[in-house]
């Protein structure tokens, strides 16, 4: 079956930039969007952003003008550019991705997740 495979968290001090990657792999047979949720203890979850195949974007109003994703659809890769980061960004980031199979069933998959830590 299909998995997502994440890259690029860490440590990163406030005003600073960190670039995500999601790649997906498996019975893919087309991508109907890839994105990130965040995690982190004491607060509720949060969508930070979405790329569709056709490349429309949604993001959380907490990121918008700091975050920018893309995508390769070729790579059925996805990448999260962040910057300006504040110390409220500290979170667990899961990769997310909706995809039809190979079987023609559409499923929404997540990635192993990384950790994102902003100093002050």
């Known amino acids: 079956q299909g998995q997502l495979v994440e890259a690029g968290g860490g440590l990163v001090q406030a005003g600073g930039s960190l670039r995500l990657s999601c790649a997906a792999s498996?019975?893919?047979?087309?991508?109907?969007?890839m994105g990130w949720d965040r995690q982190a203890p004491g607060k509720q979850g949060e969508l930070v952003a979405r790329?569709?195949?056709?490349?429309?974007?949604n993001y959380a109003d907490s990121v918008k003008g700091r975050f920018t994703i893309s995508s390769s659809n070729a790579k059925n890769t996805a990448y999260l550019k962040m910057h300006s980061l504040k110390p409220e960004d500290t979170a667990f980031y899961l990769c997310t991705a909706e995809s039809l199979s190979t079987a023609r069933l559409t499923t929404v998959g997540w990635g192993q997740g990384t950790q994102v830590t902003v100093s002050s």
């Open positions: 790329i569709t195949k056709g490349g429309s974007t």
């Open positions: 498996g019975s893919i047979f087309r991508i109907n969007y």
